[in-house]
Antibody, heavy 114, light 109 residues
Framework: QVQLQESGPGLVKPSETLSLTCTVSGGSVSSSSYPWSWIRQPPGKGLEWIGYIYSSGSTNYNPSLKSRVTISVDTSKNQFSLKLTSVTAADTAVYYC??????WGQGILVTVSS | EIVLTQSPGTLSLSPGERATLSCRAS???????LAWYQQKPGQAPRLLIY???SRATGIPDRFSGSGSGTDFTLTISRLEPEDFALYYCQHYAPSPSITFGQGTRLEVK
């Protein structure tokens, strides 16, 4: 059973960079044919796909966030990561990592505030 | 961008009743790229249906999906107490056109 766990700061200041890591257990990021995803959900609102990465390093991003997003993978640590630059209050959300869209982490709340 | 519109926004039903949730796409999408999720408060979404009609692993057979083109439906044949939750549809391929509907809240009448 694949399990995912998000980690990172729960509070980020406006204009700074949000950085999160997803640690995968029960499966390998390097051997999966599925991409590894990041999705977010502002409090009380719906789901927004951020992007995903294959073990090869190939990425696809939501066009609305593409200029600010970088997703990377570290196969040696069985992890993948999200960086979102120049954050504002609108980036406050629960951030989920997932294997494509079938296995999800529990989510981590990131608040953007000074 | 493909926009998914779910209806109704809120559905009030009783346990044992049949639930029918709708998802309409702004343009025709491949049935192989339409999914449904269930989300309960404080939890991550749970994949129910992929490819418009295939149940994900461990999903009870009271959940079924159907549809094609622009109109898709999630049906719960007989509601159990644990089925009252938020439901989202999603178009998941090809990227970057991955979008979610705004959700339908299924509440106890």
């Amino acid at each position: 059973q694949v399990q995912l766990q998000e980690s990172g700061p729960g509070l980020v200041k406006p204009s700074e960079t949000l950085s999160l890591t997803c640690t995968v257990s029960g499966g390998s990021v390097s051997s999966s044919s599925y991409p590894w995803s990041w999705i977010r959900q502002p409090p009380g609102k719906g789901l927004e796909w951020i992007g995903y990465i294959y073990s090869s390093g190939s990425t696809n991003y939501n066009p609305s966030l593409k200029s600010r997003v970088t997703i990377s993978v570290d196969t040696s640590k069985n992890q993948f990561s999200l960086k979102l630059t120049s954050v504002t209050a609108a980036d406050t959300a629960v951030y989920y990592c997932a294997r494509y869209f079938d296995y999800w982490g529990q989510g981590i709340l990131v608040t953007v505030s000074s | 961008e493909i926009v998914l519109t779910q209806s109704p926004g809120t559905l009030s039903l009783s346990p044992g009743e049949r639930a029918t949730l709708s998802c309409r796409a702004s343009q025709s999408v491949s049935s192989s790229s339409l999914a449904w999720y269930q989300q309960k408060p404080g939890q991550a979404p749970r994949l129910l249906i992929y490819g418009a009609s295939s149940r994900a692993t461990g999903i009870p057979d009271r959940f079924s999906g159907s549809g094609s083109g622009t109109d898709f439906t999630l049906t719960i044949s007989r509601l159990e107490p644990e089925d009252f939750a938020l439901y989202y549809c999603q178009h998941y391929a090809p990227s970057p056109s991955i979008t979610f509907g705004q959700g339908t809240r299924l509440e106890v009448k």
